[in-house]
C-alpha cells in the first residue's frame, strides 16, 4: 500500500490517497479542492480511482467532488447524518471565506460504521466518530487511520460549529481510536501526522 498526501483548499486540508500497489486501485480520502494540478497529479499517478470517502460533510473537505467525478467517472461517500453540514456548504464559504455561493456538491452514497471499501486486496473500514460533526468518519487502513477533524496532533477538531459536541468527539476517541494499537499511525485532516500512542500520552485536551 502506498499513501500519498495532499495539501489543498482554502484552509489547507490533507487529501489521502492510498494505492493498492498490485492493482493501482486507489481511494481518495476527502477532497478539498478542484485544482486542475491537484486532478492532474493524480490521474498521473497512474491510478484506478474507485471510491471518494469524506471525514466529514464541511465545505474545505469536499469542494473537489463535482469535479473529480467528471474527471474519473467516481462517487463520493459520507454519513447520511452530515448531510446538513454539506447543505450548508454556500454559507460556510461566505461565513469563513467571504466567497460568494457555490452550488452545494451532489452526494447520494453514504457511509456507515464498519463499512468496509476493497482497493485490490487492502481494505478500507469506516468508523464512526461523531463530535466534530454528527456523521464524523475515520477509516483505518492496515495500521494506518484517517482522522479527519476528529484528532489531530496534540488536539481535536473544533466543536463549537453547528451540530459539534465536545463529550462526543471525547468519547469517540477514547473510546474507539484509542482501542487501537499504539503503534497506529494517525494521518489528521490538517496538520502533521501522529500516532495513537502519542495522543494517548501527551493530548492534554482528552483529559477531561
Known amino acids: 500500500m502506498e499513501i500519498k ?7 489547507d486540508a490533507n487529501n489521502y490517497l492510498i494505492i493498492d500497489e498490485k492493482t493501482k486501485e486507489a481511494v481518495l480520502i476527502d477532497c478539498s479542492s478542484a485544482r486542475p494540478e491537484f486532478i492532474k497529479a493524480v490521474e498521473d499517478s497512474g ?5 471518494i470517502l469524506l471525514t466529514h460533510g464541511h465545505f474545505d473537505h469536499l469542494l473537489g467532488i463535482d469535479a473529480f467525478k467528471e474527471a474519473f467517472g467516481v462517487d463520493t461517500y459520507v454519513a ?3 448531510l446538513t453540514q454539506v447543505k450548508l456548504v454556500p454559507d460556510m464559504m461566505q461565513m469563513f471565506l467571504g466567497m460568494p455561493p457555490v452550488p452545494i456538491p451532489a452526494i447520494v452514497n453514504f457511509v456507515n460504521d464498519g463499512d468496509e471499501f476493497k482497493i485490490g486486496d487492502t481494505v478500507i473500514k469506516a468508523i464512526s466518530t461523531p463530535g466534530h460533526t454528527k456523521g464524523g468518519m475515520c477509516y483505518l487502513v492496515e495500521n494506518n487511520l484517517f482522522s479527519g477533524d476528529t484528532l489531530f496532533q496534540g488536539s481535536v ?4 460549529l453547528l451540530e459539534g459536541d465536545l463529550k462526543a468527539i471525547v468519547k469517540s476517541i477514547k473510546e474507539k481510536l484509542f482501542t487501537l494499537p499504539d503503534d497506529t499511525r494517525v494521518y489528521p485532516g490538517h496538520g502533521a501526522s501522529t500516532t495513537v500512542g502519542y495522543e494517548k500520552k501527551y493530548n492534554e485536551i482528552l483529559n477531561i
Not at 498526501?5 to 484552509?11: D, L, N, Q, S
Not at 491510478?47 to 471510491?51: A, M, R
Not at 477538531?157 to 463549537?160: A, I, K, L, N, P
Request: aromatic residues 10%; hydrophobic residues 25%; negative net charge.
Open 5 to 11: 498526501t495532499f495539501v489543498e483548499g482554502p484552509i
Open 80 to 82: 447520511e447524518e452530515d
Open 157 to 160: 477538531g473544533r466543536c463549537d
Open 47 to 51: 491510478v484506478k480511482l474507485k471510491y
